[in-house]
């Protein structure tokens, strides 16, 4: 049974950091791309970073360039998305995904 449990979401003010993780069982996870989504009630799903199963790479979006970082621990079997900065444009549930598969979603709020 593939299972992504996303955590670490919260209500913060604008500035403040968090970190998220999406921890992954059921499917041989350090053979994956792992990749952060959010999304905001109406709008569609947006990818916000990516990082490669082989050799690491990472892709951000412009909006989080240079404030959220994503890493693996392929050990644990889970990813991490640390968000430094926040802005009020961050709020949104945020998804991890692997393999096709979705995490339930953690939100994060962040106050202005």
């Known amino acids: 049974d593939v299972q992504l449990q996303a955590s670490g979401g919260g209500l913060v003010q604008a500035g403040a950091s968090l970190r998220l993780s999406c921890a992954a069982s059921?499917?041989?996870?350090?053979?994956?791309?792992v990749g952060w989504f959010r999304q905001v009630p109406g709008k569609e799903r947006e990818v916000v970073s990516c990082i490669n199963s082989i050799d690491g790479r990472r892709y951000y979006a412009d909006s989080v360039r240079d404030r959220f970082t994503i890493s693996r621990d392929n050990a644990k079997n889970t990813v991490y998305l640390q968000m430094n900065n926040l802005k009020p444009e961050d709020t949104a549930v945020y998804y991890c995904?692997?393999?096709?598969?979705w995490g339930q979603g953690t939100q994060v709020t962040v106050s202005s």
């Open positions: 995904v692997a393999d096709g598969h």
């Open positions: 059921g499917f041989t996870f350090d053979k994956y791309a």
